[in-house]
């Protein structure tokens, strides 16, 4: 019986991953890990899991990190190592110890990747890696009066030799050293040349590893969703200064950045759970915070003056009878319950969330998306959402009812159930002239 159970749970898990498997094939995602993760025995583990997204078709950029085994190489050399501002100083002098380390962490990841040993998850996996002078730099020069010597900023990345790569199937990966046309070799963020190079390449998307336990609020727990506003100001709302909530909000600025410049999604994962990459990107709820731009820089709770353009937008959906109709009047007793997206002050799509939180069960009601803005992903903007405030609320069921949309909900997960799986209470107002199908998503 337990066999039976456990060969239940890993065919329910792939079939769970089966849709994202086929939405992730061809993309391209940009992957950032710092040296730590090198030097980290679960190293191996990260490795085989970028290997199983190569294999399942994702075009892979990785960047690494080498901070730690710079530290190492300098001291060796009896050379010092400053920091401004969380950026590291580096004399001339310094340099060709920075490039031995970074040399070092490459051909590290190097090997690991070209693993192909029996009996291991490198069996057969055959990636080819390419690394090169993809990174243009110049002088960060001198701020507040430090000369941060051969410290660079990324100039410009050579989106189309990366590019070329990619579509040859090969692995790129670029190391956090960029090149001048005069020759000159320089010192970069790992972090900026990710982010530059998800932009410049229009990444799907851009994926930061990260040391700590993740994206949490003030109380310790993990933000799932984060727009565009709340990452910039995750510091400001956490209420912490220390390093690593530095560097947490340095990782949310730059993912901002990149969404702002069209890069689709960012993902912010914890390098202490084993597996997160595969977990976060193959799952329906992930293991990390998701950073976007798509439709949510207008995303957010409706207030009474939206209910004039809710009632425009529902209104030719009721008169086809695709939802119910609701009077102005319950529209006001209910905005609280309803999340808008708004674009140019227009109300283009809405969708509703009823609580029944003694079943800790909710109804999604009242989804509409304006005809203009249709099959442009609206609708699955505001389901993720409305899944992640149902979350939030500590609910483990969302239930829907419809009369013309079942198939757009079952594609997403739900199912179909009979009348008495629904609350006790909406049960009693159920309309039996409209036969609404009753369709159930678990959360939990």
Not at 220 to 233: C, D, F, P, S, V
Not at 262 to 268: E, I, L, N, P, Y
Not at 285 to 303: C, K, P, S
């Amino acid at each position: 019986m337990a066999n039976n159970r456990i060969n239940s749970d890993h065919v329910d898990w792939f079939r769970a991953a089966a849709p994202y498997i086929h939405t992730h094939r061809g993309s391209t995602f940009v992957i950032l890990f710092g040296g730590e993760a090198v030097d980290h025995p679960s190293f191996a583990h990260l490795i085989h899991d970028i290997a199983l997204l190569g294999s399942m078709g994702v075009r892979l950029v990785l960047v690494h990190g080498a901070r730690p085994q710079i530290e190492k190489q300098l001291k060796a050399l009896g050379l010092d190592s400053d920091f401004s501002n969380e950026l590291r100083v580096t004399p001339a002098e310094n340099m060709a110890g920075v490039e031995q380390a970074v040399g070092q962490v490459r051909m590290a990841i190097e090997a690991q990747l070209s693993m192909g040993l029996p009996n291991t998850p490198m069996a057969g996996a055959a990636v080819r890696v390419v690394s090169g002078n993809f990174i243009t730099a110049q002088p960060y020069g001198i701020r507040d009066g430090v000369d941060f010597g051969q410290t660079g900023n990324v100039r410009n990345v050579d989106a189309k030799a990366i590019s070329g790569q990619l579509e040859q199937k090969n692995v790129v990966l670029i190391s956090p050293i960029g090149y001048s046309p005069t020759g000159e070799t320089f010192n970069l963020r790992a972090e900026d040349v990710a982010t530059a190079t998800a932009i410049a390449l229009q990444a799907d998307k851009l994926i930061f590893i990260m040391e700590n336990n993740g994206v949490t609020d003030k109380d310790g727990h993990l933000l799932q969703q984060l727009n565009l506003t709340q990452a910039e100001q995750w510091q400001h709302d956490h209420g912490q200064q220390n390093h690593e909530d530095r560097l947490t909000q340095s990782h949310l600025n730059s993912a901002a950045r990149a969404c702002r410049k069209g890069v689709k999604r960012a993902h912010m994962i914890s390098r202490d759970i084993d597996g997160a990459l595969l977990l976060e990107l193959y799952s329906r709820d992930g293991v990390g915070t998701l950073v976007t731009a798509d439709n949510y820089e207008g995303l957010r709770t409706a207030t009474i003056d939206d209910i004039g353009g809710i009632m425009e937008l529902i209104s030719p959906l009721e008169e086809q009878g695709a939802l119910v109709r609701r009077s102005r009047e319950q529209l006001e007793l209910d905005i609280k319950y309803f999340t808008v997206i708004e674009r140019d002050s227009m109300i283009i799509a809405c969708a509703a969330l009823f609580p029944f939180p003694e079943e800790k069960s909710a109804e999604l009601a009242c989804l509409a998306v304006h005809p203009d803005y249709q099959r442009q992903g609206r609708g699955n903007d505001l389901m993720e959402h409305i899944e992640w405030q149902a979350r939030k609320q500590h609910l483990t069921e969302l239930f829907t009812l419809t009369t013309q949309t079942t198939h757009w909900f079952l594609e997403r997960g739900f199912q179909e159930v009979p009348l008495e799986k629904l609350p006790m209470k909406k049960q009693l107002l159920y309309n039996y002239q409209r036969k609404s199908k009753i369709l159930h998503l678990t959360l939990a």
